[in-house]
């Protein structure tokens, strides 16, 4: 998955940034999401209707399968055995459980509604990235990068920032990423 993306599914930010970009993509509110774990990896959505049924996303955990998916490649289903969905991997008991605040902290995000906007996701975002490479670079902990995020977010330089800054052009988003940099090294 790469470093970033291993970070990120460590401390459950992979699933904070994705809440955030489904709300955007399906134009619904954050608080209609849940994020849950699930141990086996192989349930990656459920859906639930409003007229009582759910739908859920199941496949083994190969990011392959999305990919091809999301580019419209059935050259890679060619060469796979689809009969995976009848093995044992589907018959097991699936585990999901609720994400514990104390243990994952970075969930606190989705609550903090005056950051949840258009320039306060580029805030998350742009300060999560630094955050991580900092510990890349062994220049803060593990367990620095969320604590200082959201620190930071509740900070009123942020506030002020989100008060005066909107995000309408791309140099927008590069002047927010600066903000968030100059942030970090001061």
Request: proline share 1%; net charge positive.
């Given at each position: 998955?790469?470093?970033?993306?291993?970070?990120?599914?460590?401390?459950?930010?992979?699933?904070?940034?994705?809440?955030?970009?489904?709300?955007?993509?399906?134009?619904?509110p954050i608080s209609k999401f849940k994020?849950?774990?699930?141990?086996?990896?192989?349930?990656?959505?459920?859906?639930?209707?409003?007229?009582?049924?759910?739908?859920?996303?199941?496949?083994?955990?190969?990011?392959?399968?999305?990919i091809a998916n999301s580019i419209g490649?059935?050259?890679?289903?060619?060469?796979?055995?689809?009969?995976?969905?009848?093995?044992?991997?589907?018959?097991?008991?699936?585990?999901?459980?609720?994400?514990?605040?104390?243990?994952?902290?970075?969930?606190?995000?989705?609550?903090?509604?005056?950051?949840?906007?258009?320039?306060?996701?580029?805030?998350?975002?742009?300060?999560?990235?630094?955050?991580?490479d900092k510990f890349l670079k062994k220049?803060?902990?593990?367990?620095?990068?969320?604590?200082?995020?959201?620190?930071?977010?509740?900070?009123?330089?942020?506030?002020?920032?989100?008060?005066?800054?909107?995000?309408?052009?791309?140099?927008?988003?590069?002047?927010?990423?600066?903000?968030?940099?100059?942030?970090?090294?001061?």
């Open positions: 998955m790469g470093k970033k993306i291993s970070i990120d599914s460590a401390n459950l930010m992979n699933k904070i940034l994705e809440t955030i970009e489904a709300s955007l993509i399906f134009n619904l994020i849950v774990i699930h141990c086996e990896s192989l349930i990656h959505a459920i859906v639930q209707f409003s007229n009582g049924l759910s739908s859920m996303l199941y496949h083994i955990n190969d990011m392959k399968i999305p490649s059935n050259s890679y289903f060619k060469n796979v055995d689809n009969k995976f969905i009848f093995n044992n991997k589907f018959s097991q008991k699936f585990n999901f459980y609720r994400v514990k605040k104390e243990i994952f902290p970075s969930v606190k995000i989705l609550s903090m509604n005056k950051i949840l906007n258009e320039t306060g996701y580029i805030v998350i975002n742009s300060l999560n990235e630094i955050l991580v220049q803060i902990l593990f367990t620095d990068i969320t604590y200082k995020l959201l620190t930071i977010l509740k900070s009123s330089i942020v506030k002020n920032h989100l008060k005066k800054h909107k995000i309408h052009h791309i140099t927008d988003v590069f002047t927010t990423y600066n903000f968030c940099k100059k942030l970090l090294t001061s």
